[in-house]
């Protein structure tokens, strides 16, 4: 270990620009075993390892960086699988820069350990080698216990739910397994067989599965309720965030959900409405995405893949000042897509009065003003600034609210916060339902991957404790 000191950090190869350009495949080489362990080696070990105080899983990073320095990797799997139910997904989408990497104290002078690349080699090779295996629970419980939403905060919580001997029912609107991980994450960052292993994983787990059944419309949650010993609503945040201004109606301005799971359905072999009509296709158009966050470069760089003839993405801010990941970003500007810093849109161009067609985007220069209550700086228009970008195809990339959660589920007693996500007790998981728990985005709201795997887990202790509690109660009286 220490070797720090003496080693470069390397990354596992990236593709270049050009060949990424031309398929979705995910951007970034296996590590090979001597590099994964020679980078591995390069942790101090610390004594307090910031690097798992910033990791949302408290993954024991440091024992398994050791263990894959010594060649012990069905050990490093062990531990890492301790505490991630998905470390090769983390491992790929996890914004390291800001969680465990982006505080390892060897990246002061020195570049840091490459965590997530390690973490994914491990589990990677762990499914490789057979390692990976379905869950035999020690003891079957009777008691079942329904989840809604195959994401993957629901999905972490049935795998933790099955391990201790529950019967499990995943319900889910969707036709596949995965929440965003499917249809919302590209395959440049995510390629989908890891995803779909996953799924077969957990139905060889005697996990069930009950796809395209929306709880709300086709079952209630009453239902579920009579049926199922205890309820985990992990159903995420999926109304767009809206943006206005004259000529916003005009056909060819699309959501961005809309725009990435045409992509990734088409890639996954359906047949996309959206794709066979152009409408939700890039090929041969100028495409503008509005928005600065980690949807947006998704689209940016997935419309580059598509054969768009120009990408721009237009944002508000700065490029200090933006949430998406910075690694992102880079990938994308070497991809080719052109930022316009500091520019917000106000109007959409239409082919004509009564338009049928946008044809551009009206955008106003911004500049930054004096930071707000929160510290953000604010943005005000330039005056006299306006310009025009020409555009065949309009991505609307601002971020996502939780739907009407009462209306949604059919349940117009369950408890919301002001932001409408569902209001849980903060230690115990659940609403002001009995017995029905939530978990994920649809509890903090647009959130990440690690911190839905994190909530899902802590979620199905608090079920496993409330079920036991209710079976004690009964037995007693
Ligand atoms: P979801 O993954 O949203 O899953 C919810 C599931 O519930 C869905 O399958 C949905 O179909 C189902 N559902 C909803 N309502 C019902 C109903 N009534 N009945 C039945 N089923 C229902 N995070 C990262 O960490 N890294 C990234 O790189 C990253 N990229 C992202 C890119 C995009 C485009 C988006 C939109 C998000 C990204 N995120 C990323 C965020 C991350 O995907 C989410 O935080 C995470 O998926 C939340 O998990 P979840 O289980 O709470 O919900
Ligand atoms: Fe880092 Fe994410 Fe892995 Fe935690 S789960 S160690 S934050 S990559
Ligand atoms: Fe190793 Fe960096 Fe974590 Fe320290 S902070 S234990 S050097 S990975």
């Known amino acids: 270990m220490l070797q720090f000191v003496r080693l470069e950090q390397q990354t596992p190869e990236k593709r270049d620009s050009a060949a990424r350009r031309s398929d979705f495949g995910e951007i970034y080489a296996d590590f090979q075993p001597p590099q994964a362990a020679a980078q591995a080696s390069r942790c101090s070990q610390c004594g307090v390892p910031f690097c798992q105080v910033h990791c949302p899983l408290s993954n024991n990073i440091p024992d398994w960086l050791k263990l894959t320095a010594e060649g012990r990797l069905e050990e490093a799997y062990e531990v890492s699988s301790a505490t991630n139910n998905f470390p090769e997904i983390c491992g790929r989408i996890c914004p390291q820069d800001r969680l465990c990497e982006g505080n390892c104290v060897i990246e002061k002078g020195f570049e840091s350990v490459t965590i997530g690349a390690v973490e994914r080699y491990i589990t990677d090779t762990a499914f490789e080698k057979?390692?990976?295996?379905?869950?035999?629970?020690?003891?079957?419980r009777a008691e079942s216990i329904s989840i809604i939403g195959a994401g993957p905060g629901g999905l972490a919580a049935a795998e933790e739910l099955r391990r201790r001997g529950y019967q499990v029912h995943v319900y889910?609107?969707?036709?596949?397994v995965g929440g965003l991980l499917i249809y919302g994450i590209p395959n440049f960052k995510l390629e989908k067989e890891i995803v779909l292993r996953r799924w077969r994983l957990m139905e060889e787990s005697g996990i069930v599965?009950?796809?395209?059944?929306?709880?709300?419309?086709?079952?209630?949650l009453e239902?579920?309720?009579?049926?199922?010993?205890?309820?985990?609503?992990?159903t995420g945040v999926y109304k767009p965030r809206e943006i206005g201004g004259p000529g916003i109606g005009l056909p060819g301005i699309v959501a961005a959900l809309d725009y990435?799971?045409?992509?990734?359905?088409a890639g996954l072999g359906d047949a996309v409405p959206g794709f066979a009509d152009g409408t939700l296709d890039a090929k041969g158009k100028n495409v503008v995405v509005i928005g600065g966050g980690d949807t947006a470069m998704d689209c940016v760089r997935t419309a580059v893949r598509q054969g768009a003839t120009s990408v721009k993405c237009l944002?508000?801010?700065d490029k200090a000042n933006m949430p998406g990941s910075m690694r992102e970003v880079k990938n994308a500007e070497e991809e080719g897509v052109e930022f316009v810093w500091l520019a917000a849109p106000e109007a959409f161009i239409?082919?004509?009065?009564?338009?049928?067609h946008v044809t551009g985007v009206r955008a106003v220069r911004m500049h930054l003003g004096l930071p707000d209550a929160s510290g953000r700086q604010s943005v005000e228009p330039i005056d006299g600034s306006h310009f025009t970008v020409p555009a065949d195809l309009v991505i609307?990339?601002?971020?996502?609210?939780p739907e009407d959660m009462p209306a949604a589920l059919a349940a117009p007693d369950v408890g919301v916060t002001r932001w409408g996500t569902l209001k849980v007790g903060q230690k115990t998981f659940m609403t002001n339902l009995p017995g029905v728990f939530a978990a994920g985005d649809i509890v903090r709201g647009a959130s990440l991957v690690v911190w839905a795997i994190r909530d899902g887990r802590d979620a199905a202790q608090q079920i496993h404790a409330y079920v036991q509690q209710a079976t004690a109660a009964v037995a007693a009286e």
């Open 172 to 176: 889910d609107r969707h036709d596949r």
């Open 223 to 234: 239902q579920l309720r009579a049926r199922h010993a205890a309820v985990l609503v992990a």
């Open 315 to 317: 944002y508000r801010r």
């Open 396 to 401: 609307k990339a601002l971020g996502f609210d």
């Open 130 to 140: 057979g390692w990976v295996k379905p869950i035999h629970p020690v003891r079957e």
């Open 260 to 265: 990435l799971t045409a992509s990734n359905r």
């Open 350 to 356: 239409g082919t004509a009065e009564g338009a049928d």
């Open 209 to 220: 599965f009950h796809l395209s059944t929306e709880i709300g419309r086709d079952v209630s």
